[in-house]
């Protein structure tokens, strides 16, 4: 079969953007059936301006036991304040005051 | 000379040292930091605590934490030297963070002044939460 130049171009782009994914259209048809609860970042809601990297406690409800940071979509913390945050938590690894991605 | 800069700096010793070894340190220090036209704002004995992760053979330090005003980088590298040659010392940490501080200076004044302003409703916020 020869391939004509018009096919696969067309279905390039139905694949790309908004056509139906192969597996998992029928499901999910009904879209907006739960209203997911908007998450807010908790530093924008305490009006915080500096995150202190000698805060260990607070810090540590931002890594999980293994010493990794939770990702903000999962915390909801906004991007201004993730980024404080990731500098806060290195500082805080660095004097041993929190634990490095290590130890399960 | 060159403005006057903030850092906190803190240095863990063993758990076992003996108070006046710390004090030792401490009083070294705060020579060096006389010694480079700084001054020390402030000192605190957190006391033994709980290391994240081993140091050396430790799993608990001492914290001891200081603030300093400085004006010359060689202040740091001195302090720095020192501490790395001080036998019970594990680990140091200095950081700068006068800017950060006066980023959160300006913030706040900011976030003031819109209160100020219009005190109906809490400033800068989204009108998202509503119900």
């Known amino acids: ?104 | 000379m060159a403005e006057e800069r903030f850092y906190e700096l803190i240095f863990i010793c063993r758990p076992d040292t003996p108070e006046t070894d710390i004090d030792k340190v401490l009083s070294t220090l705060q020579q060096v930091v006389e010694e480079q036209k700084g001054r020390v704002e402030k000192v605190e004995k957190w006391g033994v605590r709980k290391l994240a992760y081993r140091i050396g053979k430790s799993r608990e330090g001492f914290f001891v934490f200081l603030a300093i005003y400085g004006r010359q980088g060689e202040m740091i590298k001195e302090l720095e030297r020192r501490l790395k040659v001080s036998e019970p010392v594990l680990k140091y940490m200095t950081v700068r963070i006068d800017e950060e501080l006066k980023r959160q200076r300006k913030l706040s004044e900011r976030r003031e002044r819109r209160l100020a302003r219009r005190p109906r409703k809490t400033a800068g916020e989204p009108a998202a939460a509503s119900g």
């Not at chain 1, 660095?94 to 634990?99: D, F, K, Q, S, T």
């Open chain 1, 1 to 104: 079969m020869s391939t004509t130049p018009v096919t696969p171009q067309h279905s390039g782009r139905s694949s790309h953007g908004s056509g139906p994914r192969p597996g998992g259209d029928r499901p999910r048809k009904p879209r907006r059936q739960y209203v997911r609860k908007r998450k807010v970042c908790r530093f924008c809601v305490d009006k915080v301006d500096y995150i202190d990297y000698k805060n260990a406690e607070l810090l540590q409800t931002f890594i999980l036991d293994r010493g990794k940071v939770i990702p903000r979509r999962i915390t909801g913390t906004c991007a201004r304040h993730q980024r404080w945050l990731k500098v806060a938590i290195k500082r805080a690894r660095n004097i041993a005051l929190l634990p490095f991605a290590a130890g399960a």
